[in-house]
């Protein structure tokens, strides 16, 4: 069972990626009823800190000041969820789990919490195989949604689990169906991606599926990850003209958006066009992006730069960016295909 969540947070470059962290953080705070003044100075700054780091990918000076936080102020659910969201980006999904139920069980109604706590149950599941993770982790989301009706992002993630989950431990299109309806009566643009989604992997209709996708962009997106997803869809119909129609929308809503590099690099090597540029994109988004589960993953980007060495002749080059994306993320199969059948070409 493999099961990967969508992207809660949209990457705008540091100063608007820590704007959108803060006002994640907000919400949290709003849905439990605090604010940051009924902080105590010293442990409140060290909380701003930390979101700081993480918002660099810097996920061990991030725990040490939230552990600071904690020994301050045991009962800060907010330290205790960030803890978690910290733990879940470097796969530590155990630690991530504990902290995310400390977190809930200090702000229980709080939806933002118990998503992210059945994000961190979903993870372990798809790693460990474990249908006693992957129950719980469909409980926690129909708790979030449950909490707050309006969290379109946790029945995304409700719909999404009910898509790839097998049914043995709740998958079903009929309830992904619901919560696809749910998502239109609040916002109808999100409607349509959530549609759209249910229409590829439930039905098996890409047609139906591209006509959701083409109805979101026409309202005009606000969020960039909405392009992006739309934008994948047409990478994996292999639509490469719209693919990059849709990053050139997608540019003039924010055209620093890291996330442009590697997309705009990945349709370039697929085309076998300007793979100079399709080389300095990669490049550059992995040496000036955190490796986090909101983003495209640094293994996918060595992997792309692979497939571009090969495209270019250079096995040996590509051997090594391939080895660097499994070394990354062990369960690539493509990554692990690829640098096969170039090792036994080498003997």
């Not at 660099?56 to 803890?83: D, H, K």
């Not at 979101?216 to 047409?234: C, E």
């Not at 002749?313 to 690539?332: F, H, I, M, T, V």
Request: with cysteine; glycine share 4%; hydrophobic share 40%.
């Amino acid at each position: 069972m493999r099961l990967s969540f969508r992207k809660p947070l949209v990457a705008l470059g540091t100063t608007l990626l820590l704007a959108t962290i803060s006002s994640l953080v907000d919400r949290a705070r709003a849905v439990a009823g605090v604010t940051r003044d009924s902080a105590g100075a010293d442990w409140s700054a060290l909380l701003e800190a930390a979101e700081h780091q993480f918002g660099r990918g810097n996920y061990a000076s991030a725990i040490a000041a939230l552990r600071s936080v904690i020994s301050q102020n045991p009962l800060s659910a907010e330290a205790f969820y960030w803890l978690g969201r910290c733990y879940f980006e470097i796969h530590d999904y155990d630690n991530a789990i504990s902290h995310g139920e400390k977190s809930v069980s200090l702000e229980p109604n709080n939806s933002v919490f118990k998503q992210w706590l059945g994000r961190s149950y979903g993870a372990k599941a798809d790693r460990d195989k474990s249908f006693f993770a992957a129950r719980k982790a469909k409980k926690q989301f129909e708790e979030a949604v449950g909490a707050d009706p309006s969290n379109v992002d946790a029945r995304r993630d409700l719909e999404q689990f009910c898509l790839e989950a097998p049914w043995i431990v709740g998958g079903s299109n009929d309830e992904a169906h619901a919560q696809a309806v749910a998502i239109a009566k609040i916002d109808p643009e999100q409607g349509f991606m959530a549609s759209g989604m249910f229409d590829e992997q439930a039905l098996n209709r890409p047609d139906l599926a591209e006509n959701d996708y083409r109805q979101a962009l026409s309202a005009k997106p606000r969020q960039m990850d909405d392009y992006f997803d739309v934008a994948a869809f047409f990478e994996r119909r292999n639509k490469l003209a719209d693919m990059m129609a849709t990053l050139d929308t997608a540019a003039r809503i924010n055209a620093n958006d890291p996330r442009l590099m590697i997309f705009r690099a990945e349709a370039m090597v697929m085309s076998g066009s300007d793979l100079r540029d399709a080389e300095e994109y990669l490049k550059s988004y992995l040496a000036s992006t955190p490796n986090r589960s909101d983003w495209p993953p640094h293994a996918a980007a060595r992997e792309w730069l692979g497939r571009l060495y090969e495209a270019q002749g250079k096995r040996a080059e590509a051997a090594e960016q391939y080895r660097a994306s499994l070394e990354l993320d062990p369960r690539r199969k493509t990554a692990r295909e690829r640098l096969d059948s170039l090792e036994k070409f080498a003997r």
